[in-house]
């Protein structure tokens, strides 16, 4: 349907325009970093460059490439990642599948539920999750950045909710007539419905582990094995520079290209990853949402 | 086609875990059989910090000469990057009961007190009369002042860590070839200063036609005025009196006064949002850190700074690159309007080691602190030549190289230094020694350099020369902070408090969101929350520290 | 009939579904239950080489000492202020521009803005604190050299108290919007085009048929995404905010979660810095049951 209202026009040029400025100011960011890091490194740390490079090099990435450091937090991050929504995602369903019955049906489920809820108001704070981890023996290894993170009442609910508006209640119902348990019903009812849900969840899961930096500065004991997040915020965010007694320091403390770089290629496996779930992901959120 | 999908994604994910298996910090077997001696230890690793390829702080050059010379093996149980993280990693450790390092080193001085609270530290006083060589034990009675920060009810527990005493103090770095262009003479007072800076805002010194340029780098962002070292703004204060923000001095009664709460500050502030208004100095004084301030000098934007000698080698020598013609020169401070001239004095120290109560192999400890210092004191059997042949220098036709140039040529490896993997992150120095050595060379071309520091001193450029003789000939208008011990009881409490206050009035005045008469209240509120009673807290301390010596 | 299935369903063995729920439920005690232990050093003078038993008890002194020191009680209102703005824009802003992008017809430019705006949200704070801080500066940002255009002074985003928190709250909108907005533009395409015709042929213009049929029709999710986001009421962001700030803004950017965080693990007070996290947690916990009530009273929806 096209409206030809002369107002509407206008109102059309005006979208159009405006929503290209938008669009341009979101990726704005990106392409200054891209500029930066191809650019020569004495005119990035003038601050000379702005959205084209200058004295283009690929300089930076050579660098970045070759930084053990880096590459090893990276395979880190991959790892925490993979394993991470692995872990919590399989705990969420099984979780999920279970509250998403009934108060009448399953006794005990608010009980659960509410255990869950707790979780997202109170926590231990800092030190004392530390204390439980390290006296676990987890400090320094890949579980310490997986578990204490895996229970996120959060997206349990998400999941729950999708559970409960987009599988039939009389497919589960016949299902169960014919015999079929709950543990059927959950591997060959639920889970193939819910693959929007899963990947819409498992999408923000990754998220959240690739992005994820505070606890790897706090459990890895060993600087080496921190994860990506958590060397770019150690070596280039956050820098101390108020103590620096030599050239040398600051100046490896300052390389603006190859900060530029690998802060490059550390937001590119999000933007890969994204549009193979969208599909399925702008149905899992509105399903999740709609009312039951 | 899913089905596919999904085993792909199987495969990838099993060949990450294997591949991606993350080192597990074993604590490595205990060599005791072999006959030597393990010392476990931490600490910050900054970017300086390089290693050649195959080697990291657990196995180079420093500790393998280590093992197989002093029979010490050192095992490194972490490494932090920075001191705010290296800080917190030792506080989690004493939350969670973990063993401490046998030796490590701490700079916070609240944590310095918390350790020693705690018990898991001893105290080290006698441990040095006994234990220590008598040429180190010189050099801790001649800069005894350095063991205040970590001497807790008259007991010493920590052993200095000491800095370069003036290493990273301030002087005038100046854009030479912009005063030739405008025929000016370096500014040596206050008034020439400003005329200097009115020049090169308004007279476009570069000569490009555009109106483009400051006078003079000032910074102060995220740490605060008086706290930053390249745009150092402790010498505008120092034009004024003896006092610079952050810092403890003696009044005229030998009584610790706090500097930030002075008239004097008045008049540094007053200044600076003047030049802020003429458009001197930048309007991102306050907030930008450190690393960007120093751009508007990097990109040739400013024509002066105010940084300490090895600003040359970085940043200031970057200028170069964007502007080939750039000449930067080092000038001393300008003076104030009565002739004073003053600038923040480093501290001698820059941590103290702490040792675990567990710890007692002394004599080996000591040895290999002595034979560290051996280099500089050059008087060393290991390090007659250099620290590590194919590290800090090379042997050509017989003859130690250090120009880091050449050895990239000859080698093909850049230059690294090998004084980083030492215990205290660096080459063992005591204040006042190097910038010394430098100011004879630089009064002396002549001199001869006897070994291996000094030869590679000689070497540095004409301009980190001139710039470290102007520090040290300087050392009467060093402004020194004589409150190095732990946070007093108010201090703990409320001193954040009151840092606060201070940061935002000084911004405030700066930038001109108040009148400078807003200082008189910030003094009045900063003494009535807690100041006052501060002041007499760090006077006890200090009169304590005064009468045990 | 009703009635019948239910009791049938009740007389079925739940056990498999205790199984299903149990290991998340260790999994939650061992690393969000056992380290709320820990929670009573709040009442404590803890030190740590004392442990939990031997330290001093001082009952609510922390808490008194929270009411009574001028920063915490700032540090609660930036947080209330900061996240309740979060809140609200958070909602309106995705709306609007999913309406917007609801009016766009040409499907090539509509798929690319659409993709183009999620960029931000896939992006850490720690990766757009370094961003931000660059683009922001007032000396040669790009952001001030943009506006410089138009003869505006340089502004200090990033270190003046004014400009903090609507510089926090448009970088928050700016990283969240894209995608909540492909959450709320999905809603629109699910409305049935039928009544769009219907009200055409009634005589609706386009911002009647907007405001009558489109929105409405939003309803339950826009309930859904703000009764979520009133549990996060006193979450202000400490990623965000922690990469972002600087002791200049101390005054209106310091939010409970980063003085926490300066107090415990900087200056090493751990048992004040626990005790303003609990204040903050038993904040939330009556927030959130008050949304939790307020969905269902008002909009007959059960978060869960």
Same mark, same amino acid.
């Given at each position: 349907m096209i409206y030809k209202t002369k107002g509407y026009r206008i109102f059309t040029a005006f979208n159009y325009v405006f929503l290209a400025f938008l669009a341009f100011i979101c990726v704005l960011p990106l392409i200054h970093i891209l500029a930066v890091s191809l650019s020569g490194s004495a005119a990035a740390s003038g601050n000379m460059v702005s959205l084209w490079p200058v004295d283009f090099t690929w300089d930076a990435y050579d660098k970045t490439m070759g930084n053990d450091n880096f590459i090893r937090s990276l395979l880190i991050a991959i790892q925490r990642t993979v394993l991470g929504t692995i872990i919590s995602m399989g705990l969420l369903l099984c979780a999920a599948y279970g509250l998403s019955k009934y108060d009448e049906e399953f006794k005990g489920r608010k009980w659960y539920m509410w255990f869950f809820v707790f979780t997202m108001l109170f926590n231990g704070g800092i030190v004392p999750t530390y204390i439980i981890v390290t006296g676990l023996g987890l400090g320094d290894t890949?579980?310490?950045?997986?578990?204490?993170?895996?229970?996120?009442?959060?997206?349990?609910?998400?999941?729950? !909710?999708?559970?409960?508006?987009?599988?039939?209640?009389?497919?589960?119902?016949?299902?169960?007539?014919?015999?079929?348990?709950?543990?059927?019903?959950?591997?060959?009812?639920?889970?193939?419905?819910?693959?929007?849900?899963?990947?819409?969840?498992?999408?923000?899961?990754?998220?959240?582990?690739?992005?994820?930096?505070?606890?790897?500065?706090?459990? @890895?004991? !060993?600087?080496?094995?921190?994860?990506?997040?958590?060397?770019?915020?150690?070596?280039?965010?956050?820098?101390?520079?108020?103590?620096?007694?030599?050239?040398?320091?600051?100046? !490896? @403390?300052?390389?603006?290209?190859?900060?530029?770089?690998?802060?490059?290629?550390?937001?590119?496996?999000?933007?890969?990853?994204?549009?193979?779930?969208?599909?399925?992901f702008v149905k899992g959120i509105v399903l999740g949402a709609e009312k039951e | 086609m899913q089905k596919k999908l999904f085993s792909a994604l199987f495969v990838f994910i099993i060949i990450i875990l294997l591949v991606g298996c993350i080192e597990s910090s074993d604590s490595s077997n205990d060599s005791e059989e072999d006959g030597l001696t393990t010392i476990t230890t931490v600490r910050t690793q900054d970017d300086g910090t390089v290693y050649k390829d195959g080697e990291d702080v657990n196995d180079n050059v420093v500790t393998r000469w280590a093992e197989e010379e002093l029979g010490i093996n050192f095992e490194y149980l972490w490494t932090r990057p920075n001191d705010e993280q290296y800080n917190q990693q030792i506080r989690l450790m004493m939350s969670s009961n973990e063993p401490l390092p046998d030796v490590f080193q701490v700079t916070d001085t609240q944590l310095i007190a918390d350790l020693v609270e705690s018990g898991k530290v001893q105290p080290i006083g006698e441990v040095i009369d006994e234990h220590a060589p008598d040429r180190l034990k010189e050099i801790f009675n001649e800069f005894s002042d350095a063991f205040n920060q970590a001497t807790i009810d008259g007991e010493r527990y920590g052993l200095p860590r000491f800095s370069g005493g003036n290493g990273t103090e301030s002087l005038m770095w100046v854009r030479q070839d912009w005063l030739d262009n405008l025929g000016l003479e370096a500014p040596e007072t206050l008034e020439e200063l400003e005329a200097v800076m009115d020049a090169f805002v308004n007279e476009d010194p570069d000569g490009n036609g555009e109106d483009d340029t400051f006078g003079l780098l000032l910074s102060a962002g995220e740490v605060g005025f008086g706290r930053t070292n390249i745009g150092d703004t402790s010498p505008v204060f120092g034009m004024y009196g003896d006092y610079v923000p952050g810092l403890w001095s003696e009044d005229e009664n030998g009584v610790l006064v706090y500097g930030s709460i002075q008239e004097s500050m008045k008049d540094g502030l007053v200044k600076m949002k003047e030049w802020m208004g003429e458009g001197y100095i930048s309007q991102e004084l306050a907030i930008a850190p450190a690393d960007q301030a120093q751009e508007i000098f990097v990109s040739g934007k400013a024509g002066l700074a105010f940084g300490p000698p090895w600003a040359w080698d970085w940043p200031f020598g970057e200028t170069k690159t964007n502007d080939p013609d750039a000449v930067i020169k080092p000038y001393q401070l300008p003076s104030g309007p009565d002739g004073e001239m003053g600038r923040k004095g480093e501290s001698l120290l820059t941590g103290s080691f702490l040792f675990s109560s567990e710890f007692?192999?002394?004599?080996k400890f000591f040895e290999y602190w002595d034979e560290t210092y051996g280099y500089i004191l050059n008087d060393s059997e290991y390090f007659e030549d250099g620290l590590f042949e194919g590290y800090d220098y090379i042997m050509v036709d017989g003859e130690p190289v250090y120009d880091p140039n050449v050895i990239e040529e000859e080698t093909g490896e850049e230059k690294v230094d090998p004084g980083r993997y030492f215990l205290p992150t660096n080459v063992p120095t005591f204040p006042y020694k190097m910038y010394g050595l430098l100011q004879e060379f630089h009064e002396n071309p002549d001199k001869e350099p006897s070994g291996a520091y000094e030869t590679d001193l000689a070497q540095r450029d004409p301009e980190y020369i001139e710039a470290a003789a102007i520090i040290n000939r300087s050392n009467d208008i060093r402004i020194e902070n004589k409150f190095t011990g732990a946070p007093t009881e108010t201090m703990a409490d409320q001193w954040s408090n009151l840092e606060q206050l201070e940061l935002e009035i000084f911004a405030d005045i700066v930038m001109g969101n108040v009148e400078v008469d807003a200082f008189d209240d910030f003094v009045e509120e900063w003494k009535e929350r807690g100041g006052d009673q501060v002041t007499e807290e760090v006077n006890e301390w200090y009169d304590q520290v005064q009468s045990a010596e | 009939m009703e009635v019948k299935k239910k009791q049938k369903w009740n007389m079925r063995r739940n056990w498999p579904l205790h199984i299903l729920i149990l290991p998340a439920v260790i999994v939650a005690l061992f690393f969000q239950y056992a380290p709320m232990g820990g929670l009573i050093m709040a009442f404590q003078d803890y030190k740590p080489w004392l442990g939990f038993f031997q330290s001093e008890w001082i009952g609510f002194e922390h808490f008194h000492t929270i009411m009574q020191t001028d920063h915490a009680r700032r540090v609660i209102l930036n947080t209330l202020i900061i996240s309740v703005l979060k809140l609200i824009f958070g909602l309106i802003v995705p709306i609007a521009i999913a309406l917007l992008l609801n009016e766009v017809y040409h499907n090539v430019f509509k798929r690319t803005v659409q993709t183009v705006i999620y960029l931000p949200y896939f992006l850490s704070w720690v990766i757009l604190g370094g961003i931000l801080l660059d683009l922001l500066s007032p000396e040669g940002g790009l952001f001030n050299q943009f506006i410089g255009i138009f003869g505006v002074e340089p502004i200090f985003f990033l270190g003046d108290n004014t400009w903090f928190v609507p510089t926090v709250i448009i970088t928050d909108l700016w990283k969240e919007t894209g995608f909540n907005t492909i959450v709320f533009l999905a809603a629109i395409t699910a409305v049935n085009p039928n009544l769009y015709e219907a009200a055409h042929i009634d005589g609706a213009n386009r911002w009647k048929q907007t405001l009558y049929i489109t929105l409405p029709a939003m309803m339950p999710i826009i309930i859904v995404v703000g009764t979520l986001s009133l549990g996060n009421i006193l979450n202000a962001g400490f990623d965000q905010i922690f990469n972002l700030y600087n002791p200049l803004v101390y005054k209106t950017g310091d939010i409970i979660d980063t003085y926490v965080y300066r107090r415990a693990l900087i200056d090493g007070d751990f048992s004040f810095g626990t005790a303003v996290g609990l204040f903050k947690s038993v904040i939330s916990f009556f927030l959130i049951v008050l949304g939790y009530r307020l969905a269902y009273k008002y909009a007959n929806w059960r978060i869960f």
């Open positions: 890949i579980w310490s950045l997986v578990l204490p993170t895996a229970i996120n009442a959060f997206n349990l609910i998400l999941l729950l !909710n999708f559970f409960r508006t987009s599988v039939p209640k009389s497919l589960e119902e016949s299902a169960f007539i014919d015999g079929a348990g709950h543990f059927t019903i959950f591997l060959k009812i639920y889970l193939p419905i819910s693959i929007p849900a899963i990947a819409t969840v498992s999408l923000f899961t990754m998220v959240f582990h690739w992005n994820q930096w505070f606890d790897g500065l706090i459990y @890895m004991t !060993n600087e080496r094995n921190y994860p990506l997040q958590t060397f770019l915020q150690s070596i280039v965010v956050k820098k101390d520079l108020s103590n620096v007694t030599d050239a040398q320091e600051l100046k !490896n @403390m300052s390389q603006r290209t190859v900060e530029s770089a690998q802060i490059f290629i550390s937001a590119l496996p999000m933007l890969v990853v994204y549009p193979f779930i969208q599909k399925y | 007692d192999d002394w004599d | -």
